[in-house]
């Protein structure tokens, strides 16, 4: 384990965390539904991917 002989100060400290940020996911559009899908998912609403059908979805009336 490191044993550090000189503190470092808050800058040095804060240079070295800059790359650690939150990254808004990519959101694309369903080709077949219109609605908002993460990319390389299926579709929440309609259960399409890449214009093929991949799971059905029930339909409640």
Known sequence: MAHPKH???KTRRDKRRT???A???QVA???NC???VLYHRVCPECGY???KLAIEKKVTA
Do not use: I, N, V
């Open 7 to 9: 503190k470092h100060s």
């Open 23 to 25: 990254t808004a996911p």
């Open 34 to 36: 219109g609605s908002s």
């Open 29 to 31: 559009s369903c080709s």
């Open 19 to 21: 790359h650690y940020k």
């Open 49 to 51: 991917y890449r214009g």
